[in-house]
């Protein structure tokens, strides 16, 4: 007959062998879908080095905006030495102008005597004697007025045989472009008694002749404002060469316009 051997205790848990672990860390990969992964481990790794690549070529830029700074400081020092330099020129070139100017102006109101007296001789009536011509120097502006006429006038005294002759020696007075006729007016007209001359007004057989009488005058005017370079024309004619060639002379080099 036959047995049967059964153990039924290995059936029991605490009977049952335990499996044996295996040494080291087991890895509980996720399965599946894996690219957030890889998206994730790309960024990680690769944001680092996009900012620190971003961060070498911003220290690259910043050393080269610093050397573009510094040249044009230097620049800029250049210009501000060439800009006082050319106000400097500008300034002196103002000075001379002004200088040249006043000069000119000067120059510009000059009146030849000797167009002066010609132009007396032209327009004296035959009937008038000049005796004596005084220059009157321009009168000193009052502050806050403005400045008189720079050339000054004239002072003319003499003899006339009539108050007539004396009105007409002023009317051609008038006329004349060297003078203002609005300041020519007669100061002084007097009947006085001819100067004598040898042989009058002696006793004749006890007859005593006494001289004509005269007009004795003084005529004052101021000369005319007007530049001398309007006036060539009217110089040309009294003779004046030399001044009429040194005027042309600067108009034609500008200084005097035309």
């Not at 335990?18 to 994730?40: M, Q, S, V």
């Not at 610093?66 to 044009?72: K, S, V």
């Not at 004239?154 to 003899?159: A, M, Q, R, S």
Request: proline share 8%; aromatic share 4%; no cysteine.
């Amino acid at each position: 007959m036959y047995s049967l051997d059964v153990n039924f205790l290995k059936d029991r848990p605490e009977y049952q062998k335990k499996p044996e672990r295996k040494r080291g860390i087991a890895l509980n990969l996720p399965t599946g879908n894996l690219t957030p992964l890889y998206l994730g481990v790309a960024l990680g790794v690769g944001l680092p080095v996009l900012l620190g690549v971003a961060w070498w070529l911003l220290q690259g830029k910043i050393v080269e905006l610093e050397g573009t700074l510094a040249q044009l400081e230097q620049e800029n020092k250049r210009l501000d030495t060439e800009i006082g330099n050319l106000n400097k020129i500008k300034a002196e070139t103002i000075a001379i102008k002004g200088e040249t100017q006043a000069l000119v102006t000067v120059f510009d109101q000059i009146r030849p005597w000797s167009a002066m007296l010609q132009d007396l001789r032209d327009r004296i009536p035959a009937a008038v004697q000049i005796k004596s011509i005084k220059q009157i120097p321009p009168i000193a502006p009052q502050p806050g007025q403005p400045a008189n006429n720079p050339a000054g006038g004239l002072e003319i005294n003499g003899l006339a045989r009539s108050f007539n002759d004396v009105n007409d020696f002023l009317l051609s007075l008038k006329q004349s472009q060297f003078l203002k006729p609005t300041e020519s007016r007669i100061l002084t007209a007097t009947l006085v008694d001819a100067p004598l001359t040898p042989g009058v007004g002696q006793l004749t057989k006890g007859v005593i002749i006494k001289p004509p009488q005269v007009v004795e005058y003084t005529i004052q005017s101021s000369m005319s404002d007007v530049p001398a370079s309007e006036l060539i024309r009217e110089l040309e004619k009294k003779g004046t060469v030399g001044l009429v060639t040194r005027i042309r002379s600067m108009q034609q080099t500008g200084v005097i316009p035309k």
